[in-house]
């Protein structure tokens, strides 16, 4: 049987999702570590804060192609390659953190509307520019960043001293969470790690293959 057959629809929209999660915490690593970012994956992370109403989850990364770093990563992980031991901690702690956020219907209307606030001006100036990532830092640090247990990012300390690395990490975050958010949307549980893994990686090959 082949591996595209073996995956459902379903499970072929989650992994999306979870390539868009861990693809932007990856990038989240790499600005902590490096005080870069690859400027292609972090303008898909951010575009896809922007992209509310999107028709499908292919949709909010740009399409698939835009999500193959996030796929190959997430295979790795499946497969017992990750060469990154902080990266799936770190998905854990968003997805534990997305979990507290749902419930907190104030906090998501005012990250809803911070991210509606600024759209015209990442429309204008790129989802990148640096007054953009400074603008969702700040909706990040004013939100999500009062929910504990805090998701916490280890990286150079010459880097995460500097308030526009931290902005960016943040607004970085926020991307992952958007991320996780659409995962559950699609019916997304940690029991699929458990459950689900076969398909999960059928759904994997047939993307990256």
């Known amino acids: 049987m ?3 057959r073996s995956a459902s629809p379903a499970i072929s929209e989650r992994v999306l999702a979870l390539a ?10 790499r600005i902590a570590d490096t005080g870069q970012a690859n400027a292609a994956v972090l303008g898909t992370a951010l575009d896809s804060v922007f992209r509310i ?29 990750t060469k990154d031991e902080q990266l799936p901690r770190l998905a854990l702690a968003v997805m534990q953190l997305e979990r507290r956020f749902v419930r907190d219907h104030a906090m998501a209307q005012r990250v809803q509307a911070g991210i509606r606030n600024h759209a015209d001006t990442a429309q204008r ?11 969702l830092g700040g909706v990040y640090a004013e939100t999500l960043s009062h929910l ?7 990286g150079n300390p010459h880097y995460l001293g500097q308030a526009n690395v931290v902005a960016e990490v943040r607004a970085v975050l926020l991307a992952a969470v958007r991320s996780a958010v659409l995962w559950r ?21 047939a993307y990256l293959d």
């Open 148 to 154: 504990r247990p805090r998701v916490l990012v280890q």
């Open 185 to 205: 949307q699609l019916g997304g549980s940690l029991w699929d790690f458990l459950l689900r893994r076969r398909e999960m990686v059928a759904a994997l090959n």
């Open 53 to 81: 109403d999107a028709s499908s989850p292919a949709q909010v990364y740009g399409g698939t192609e835009a999500l193959r770093p996030g796929l190959v990563l997430l295979r790795d992980y499946f497969v017992r390659e």
């Open 125 to 135: 100036l790129g989802s990148s520019h640096p007054d953009v990532l400074a603008a």
């Open 2 to 4: 082949s591996s595209t």
């Open 20 to 29: 868009g999660l861990v693809q932007a915490l990856a990038q989240v690593r």
